[in-house]
């Protein structure tokens, strides 16, 4: 791997899938405040809302997944922003 390409924070960070709580280890330079122990040691948290242990592509399988409440989320969150 060439030298002095990655960003300073280039480090280890634990991915969590939320959907099913699959976590797995990778680097990235995303910000966290939260951390994890992972295999005896601990890292920076990153939660998803999904992985491939969840994407029906991957799983051959569609999941329920609650599309209402993230449009309400949404809305709630981006209300002000939304000209009626």
Do not use: W
């Not at 791997?1 to 959907?19: A, C, G, Q, T, W």
């Not at 990778?26 to 405040?33: E, F, P, W």
């Amino acid at each position: 791997m060439k030298k002095d390409i990655h960003p300073e924070n280039y480090r280890l960070v634990v991915f969590k899938d939320m959907s099913n709580d699959y976590m797995f280890l990778t680097k990235s330079c995303t910000a966290s405040d939260e951390t994890v122990e992972f295999e005896g040691k601990e890292y920076p948290l990153i939660k998803t809302e999904i992985s491939h242990k969840s994407h029906p592509f991957y799983t051959g399988k569609q999941n329920f997944v609650d599309t209402a409440g993230r449009i309400d989320k949404f809305k709630t969150r981006y209300a002000r922003h939304i000209k009626k």
